[in-house]
């Protein structure tokens, strides 16, 4: 027999859900992916030269082919056909695909900048994209470019710590790096809460903190660079593969609780 929660507890667990997930997890899980994005494809800046042309068509077979594959089988199955996705490039959760395809190719363009030898000039060039991003949702839905300008600065600050990580890494302990930045994460996170997608000064900053702290701990705990550098094919799929079983073993716990049932169904 199903579980049944009185209304007033099932609006309870929602607004807990949405304020651990959307003003917590989520806010420092984006960044990280767009940031470790940026990050290998700085280190495949690095590994060869590549052509603006060539970075256009690989990324399109990669990112926006699957989205026009996916969007039309969405489409298709929950029976809501429309031609906006194909000129907005944007479709539910999907709205990714497009921002990461912008953000290879603007990254491309600016990388002489930001992997500059000159720490100024790189760290300069980061200050500008970190500042665009507190102008908010302002441009068109058009071809997927509305959502770049809000993410390319983590896109981007992952290509320059490709390249200038030793600035971090030298100055300070991974130790001090972790306390640090969790540290400033959750109290930012609990004394300035910030929604999902609404980015701000100390949300900014917070998430800064997050992603330096979790990248030292994952560095403690694998030799990331070693990965990234010497298996490109194998450094992905790991990594995805975890995240698979990790999200299946949450899921089959969750689902032995009451409370799991009731989230997932």
């Known amino acids: 027999m199903p579980t049944i ?25 984006m960044p990280m992916f767009v940031f470790i994005s940026g990050f ?10 590549l052509s603006l ?8 077979v990669r990112l926006m082919i699957p ?3 996916f969007t039309i089988f969405f489409m298709l199955t929950t029976n809501s ?23 290879f190719i603007v990254t491309y363009l600016i990388h002489p900048f930001i992997m500059n030898n000159r720490a100024w000039v790189a760290i300069l060039t980061l200050l500008v994209l970190f500042a665009i991003s507190l102008v908010g949702k302002v441009v068109p839905m058009i071809i997927g470019v509305h959502n770049v300008h809000l993410w390319i600065c983590w896109f981007a600050f992952g290509t320059w710590f490709c390249s200038h990580e030793h600035l971090i890494t030298k100055g300070f ?7 640090c930045g969790i540290s400033i994460y959750v109290i930012i996170s609990y004394f300035v809460p910030w929604e999902y997608g609404n980015n701000n000064l100390m949300g900014t900053i917070a998430t800064l903190g997050g992603i330096l702290a979790l990248w030292s ?4 705990l694998f030799p990331l660079d070693y990965w990234a550098i010497e298996h490109t094919t194998l450094f992905p799929l790991i990594f995805s593969l ?17 409370f799991g049932k009731f989230l997932i169904g």
């Open 5 to 29: 929660f009185p209304t007033d507890v099932a609006e309870l667990y929602r607004q807990q859900y949405e304020l651990i997930n959307q003003y917590g997890l989520i806010n420092l899980a």
């Open 81 to 103: 056909l429309s031609w906006e996705p194909f000129y907005r490039w944007t479709y539910w959760h999907l709205w990714f695909l497009p921002m990461l395809f912008w953000c």
């Open 53 to 60: 042309v060539k970075v256009i068509k690989d990324k399109f």
């Open 173 to 179: 302990s991974q130790k001090f790096v972790i306390v």
């Open 217 to 220: 701990i994952a560095n403690i």
């Open 67 to 69: 989205f026009f594959v």
């Open 242 to 258: 975890m995240a698979f079983i990790i999200s299946w073993g949450l899921t089959w716990l969750l689902l032995k609780t009451r």
């Open 40 to 49: 290998l494809f700085g280190r495949q800046l690095k590994r060869k030269p």
